[in-house]
């Protein structure tokens, strides 16, 4: 890495990119001992130490090698470079002093003042875009007592190494996270660790793990690397600490963050922080039915039961009626008396925040998986306001056999 | 290419003295006879060991995919009477499959390599049926014995070639499945082996998997190697582990413990001298390499020194040039043709 250099000055300044080393690679060309070359290739390659010495067939040798390059640099990693400041010229140069700044995008902090002439600077990079490491070398030329500014730009550009999207589903008063990362380097990308931390409103569960008798094992098995633009998807289960939910939608809710720490080639070290991702949440239903309990199978035309148990979100009182609808074609139909107003605990009220049990009876029509018909709820006392439940659940409809229907 | 001192030769020696070596004129491009190919086969891996892929890819265009019918001894009936199959040397075929990668084609070279594979498995079976393609009478037991060893052999290259374009194309897990199943066959390699899948695993990133298959290499095993390799196996991947953890110090420390038991060993002294690069001390590093390749030409000029040292020159001063130059006469003096000047980085 080069910048332009005044001719007049007496030092030089250069930098280096430390990434880590490599191994050796060889061409291993072998012959057969029968073979023209006879012997003189093996021996040719066990001279050579790019060669692993063990196992000459093998490209893949044992001595490190410096790198060549600058390589490319991701944000989360850590940039170190090599600064060697060198007087080449017949000339003393004096006090000599050396500073070191990185002009990120958006601001430029300082790294290092010294007077050293060889110097190693380590700076985790947080930003995207391009940096520019700016190196100053002041000095004094002793026969002259002139002093000199020697500066020089080392532009380099910080890429994105991961693509994280997010994706939020509502499960009753928890949210499930799914958060998908992607590599987006061209080389693997051994993930040390991936946590999700929530924030003070939330307690998060990891469900990346499998629980078998003694010990957990990850999802993804003994496998912790991501190959090239691979994607995995880590799932968490957040659990509010406090009733967040009101009667109106809440959005853009902080939920918490991502936090990855990786290893790239030869243990570059990387790590990343996402901004708190954000949720919406849905209002809490004002009037919930849920299925507590009910078979799995029924048999055809035979009537079953399954209970109901209705919870008053809302802020006030309750006085339901229930309407059971039935539609063409439905498969299971409602019997009892429909529009009754069920007797509540309370004043023939259900309570704010409460919750009844009720038991309907219903008749299967038709073989096969079934849903149950709509149910229709009426708030008597506020203003016969409605709340429809279409999708209550499903059961299965078996056919009987011929044979027990000869008793009658 | 010009030689004048084959010149200077020819000239003050007489003339019986002197060996009539083939040369590229002599060996007319035809394909009969069974000493050309041959010849043709230690040309073709000459050129690779000089690195001039180029020219060793156009060179075996001309054989095709080595299967035509000019090939077989049977074509040459007035030459080779009683001899059938293949005349092509397996060396030139396991060249003319590892070629296209080395001039960007990986793919094309591991569907040559795979093919490879499977006519050796076949060889292989039928062979252990008790015959040889293309002959008729059985094999002896003993016939039997040398062509299972022998094609198992081939077979164990073919699968190395493999490991090494999957490495060239750097898909290392993949590599790392073809040396786990090599383990099997090759027991007395077994450490060796697990030490180079732990090294590819360090250059993925993965190191508990190289710890693990580290440790597997120190076992004792079936190994028939004597102690003092099997140590400096083990401190050489130690040092790796340091290396990938950046404990400098370390790393040098492991290498250093390696030399005491093997205090010849170049790849050793290279490893400690770039361990002190990366503590910060350019001058030292660069004192060492450069002891290092003066110490004992030619064994010592080796273009993985050089390739370090002219790195660690162009960093230090501007005078880089000239110090790259300065080896010029010493590399005249000691190697060969195939060393490659591009280890000098002069531009």
């Keep these: ?408 | 290419m010009h030689d004048p001192i084959a010149e200077l030769l020819a000239a003050h020696f007489p003339a019986e003295s002197r060996k009539t070596l083939p040369s590229m004129e002599s060996v007319a491009m035809d394909m009969a006879g069974l000493r050309r190919l041959v010849m043709w086969g230690a040309r073709l891996a000459l050129l690779v060991v000089m690195q001039q892929f180029r020219e060793a890819e156009v060179e075996m265009e001309a054989f095709g995919e080595l299967v035509n019918p000019d090939l077989f001894y049977q074509y040459h009936t007035h030459n080779y009477p009683d001899k059938t199959g293949s005349m092509v040397p397996f060396s030139m075929r396991l060249l003319h499959a590892q070629l296209p990668g080395l001039t960007g084609n990986h793919q094309l070279s591991l569907d040559r390599l795979c093919q490879l594979q499977h006519t050796c498995q076949q060889v292989l079976s039928e062979v252990r049926r008790g015959y040889l393609p293309f002959v008729t009478e059985p094999l002896t037991p003993e016939d039997q014995q040398v062509a299972e060893t022998l094609w198992l052999e081939r077979l164990t290259r073919v699968k190395f070639c493999l490991a090494n374009t999957l490495v060239a194309m750097q898909d290392y897990l993949f590599a790392v499945e073809v040396y786990e199943g090599l383990l099997e066959e090759l027991p007395r390699l077994r450490s060796q082996l697990l030490s180079v899948m732990g090294r590819l695993h360090l250059t993925l990133g993965d190191l508990p998997s190289a710890q693990t298959l580290f440790s597997l290499a120190e076992d004792r095993d079936e190994n028939e190697e004597g102690e003092e390799e099997r140590m400096v196996r083990t401190h050489i991947n130690q040092g790796l582990v340091n290396v990938f953890l950046c404990h400098w110090q370390l790393a040098k420390d492991s290498f250093e413990s390696a030399l005491q038991l093997e205090p010849t060993n170049t790849t050793l002294k290279n490893n400690i001298a770039v361990c002190t690069f990366y503590q910060g001390y350019l001058k030292e590093c660069i004192r060492e390499l450069e002891g290092v390749v003066r110490w004992s030409p030619p064994s010592s000029l080796q273009p993985a020194l050089l390739t370090n040292l002219t790195a660690t020159y162009d960093l230090e001063s501007s005078s880089a040039h000239s110090k790259k130059l300065s080896f010029l006469p010493l590399l005249g003096q000691h190697v060969g043709e195939g060393f490659p000047l591009s280890s000098l980085g002069l531009r």
């Design chain 1, 1 to 408: 890495m080069e910048g332009s250099v005044p001719q007049q000055h007496l030092l030089g300044l250069k930098v280096m990119r430390l990434t880590k080393p490599m191994l050796s690679y060889a061409v291993p060309v072998l012959g057969e001992p029968w073979d023209m070359l006879g012997t003189t290739l093996e021996e040719n390659l066990s001279q050579d130490i790019r060669s692993p010495r063990d196992l000459p067939a093998c490209s893949t040798g044992e001595t490190l090698r410096l790198p060549m390059s600058f390589g490319l640099i991701f944000l989360g990693e850590t940039f170190n470079g090599f600064i060697s400041v060198h007087n080449d010229s017949q000339d003393v140069a004096k006090d000599v002093a050396v500073k070191v700044e990185l002009l990120t995008p958006s601001h430029r902090p300082q790294l290092d003042p010294s007077a050293c002439e060889e110097r190693i600077i380590s700076h985790e990079v947080k930003e995207l875009g391009e940096h520019s490491l700016i190196c100053t070398a002041s000095y004094m030329v002793f026969a002259t007592g002139e002093e000199m500014l020697l500066r020089k730009f080392f532009k380099f550009g910080v890429a994105k190494p991961l693509d994280v999207k997010t994706k939020f589903m509502n499960i009753e008063e928890d949210i499930l996270l799914e958060v998908q990362i992607q590599n987006a380097t061209p080389t693997h990308m051994f993930l040390d660790t991936v946590t999700f931390d929530p924030s003070a409103g939330f307690r998060a569960q990891d469900l990346n793990t499998i629980r078998t008798n003694n010990s957990e094992v990850s999802v993804f098995g003994k496998d912790n690397l991501l190959p090239p633009r691979n994607i995995r998807q880590h799932l968490y289960k957040l659990t509010p600490l406090g009733p967040l939910q009101t009667s109106g939608v809440v959005s853009n809710v902080q939920v918490g963050k991502m936090d990855i720490v990786w290893r790239s080639r030869f243990g570059e070290r990387g790590r990343i922080q996402t901004g708190q991702l954000k949720a919406t949440l849905p209002p809490l239903p004002q009037l919930k039915v849920t299925v507590v309990e009910s078979p799995g199978t029924v048999s055809l035309e035979r009537p079953f039961r399954i209970t109901l148990r209705v919870h008053n979100g809302s802020g006030g009182p309750m006085r339901l009626r229930s309407v059971l609808e039935k539609h063409p074609g439905a498969g299971i139909l409602w019997t009892g008396v429909t529009g009754k107003v069920y007797a509540c605990p309370v004043h023939n009220e259900l309570p704010a925040g409460g919750s009844m049990d009720m038991v309907v009876s219903l008749l299967p029509v038709l073989p096969g998986l079934q849903s149950f018909s709509p149910l229709l709820f009426v708030d008597v006392l506020s203003n016969q306001k409605k709340y429809h439940f279409n999708k209550l659940g499903q059961v299965f409809v078996e056919i009987q056999p011929p044979e027990t229907l000869s008793s009658a």
